[in-house]
């Protein structure tokens, strides 16, 4: 694994980590049409520079988070049952499911289709409603049960919707915007919502997959540190790029196009594998 190599993942990384199309998937594809054999060093990679998103977020968000101790106790609380969830099934899905290509492409076309079926649904909603005098002034583009702030049930069923996402190819992001879109939260709320849990939820899984790779940390040099700096730093550049865009994007879009683009890279994926 060179420069190049980690500058691409990096990119794939920040690009990825936020929007519902599976960042996990993404780079462990990634890794592999790259030629990249599979190493200790590779995998603690993908795992570290996801500081670099994550940090993209806190820079991003900090006065929003400080400025609301309701909003940082509703993070904690969908935070909890992913922990939970997460540590329950931790040694199931390192062992049997995480370098599963099969696993990856189902997963991005299951998690594609329920997002296309979801935002129908919620259009013929909308347009049914709108059709009636005093459903006038609801928002065409998003559920007419949408609420402007999340309640703490609707957080704690995000966060188990959120576990999900220890299944490659589900996307932390995706499963948490259709637990979200399922619940009646508005697009804006469950995405920005979703980009502030990842903060405690990557921090903690990436602590516990480093603390676990420990071993193969002591054995770093000097190349490979400056390998894993550059993928930090172009993770957490991109990031912002990608939080933006996609806060830009879902003001006058749904999320089909990404429910498509899962479902394709699926078939890419399966018809990879199968020829």
Do not use: C
């Not at 049997?96 to 099969?102: E, G, I, Q, R, V």
């Amino acid at each position: 694994m060179n420069i190049i190599h980690g500058l691409i993942l990096g990119i794939i990384e920040g690009l990825t980590e936020f929007l519902p199309i599976s960042s996990t998937a993404h780079l462990i594809l990634a890794g592999e049409w790259l030629h990249l054999p599979s190493s200790e060093f590779l995998k603690t990679f993908d795992i570290s520079i996801q500081l670099g998103a994550i940090l993209a977020i806190v820079v991003l968000y900090w006065k929003k988070i400080w400025s609301s101790h309701d909003l940082i106790y509703k993070i904690i609380t969908a935070f909890i049952p992913t922990a939970i969830i997460g540590l329950a099934l931790y040694k199931v899905v390192k062992s049997y499911l995480l370098n599963n290509n099969y696993i990856i492409a189902g997963a991005l076309l299951i998690g594609g289709i329920i997002i296309i079926v979801l935002e129908r649904y919620y259009a013929k909603k909308n347009k049914a409603q709108a059709s009636a005098p005093e459903t006038q002034n609801i928002e065409s583009n998003v559920s007419p049960i949408n609420n402007n702030v999340i309640s703490y049930k609707q957080a704690a069923l995000i966060g188990v919707f959120q576990s999900l996402a220890i299944i490659p190819g589900v996307s932390r992001s995706g499963a948490t915007i259709i637990g979200g879109l399922g619940l009646g939260v508005k697009r804006q709320e469950i995405v920005e919502f979703s980009f502030l849990l990842a903060i405690p939820t990557m921090a903690a899984a990436t602590g516990l997959d480093l603390y676990k790779s420990r071993a193969a940390l002591s054995l770093l040099g000097s190349g490979d540190v400056l390998i894993w700096a550059i993928g930090f730093v172009s993770a957490f550049i991109t990031a912002i790029i990608g939080v933006k865009f996609f806060l830009k994007f879902i003001k006058a879009n749904d999320f089909q196009l990404f429910g498509w683009y899962r479902i394709v890279l699926g078939l890419i994926v399966l018809a990879w594998l199968l020829f």
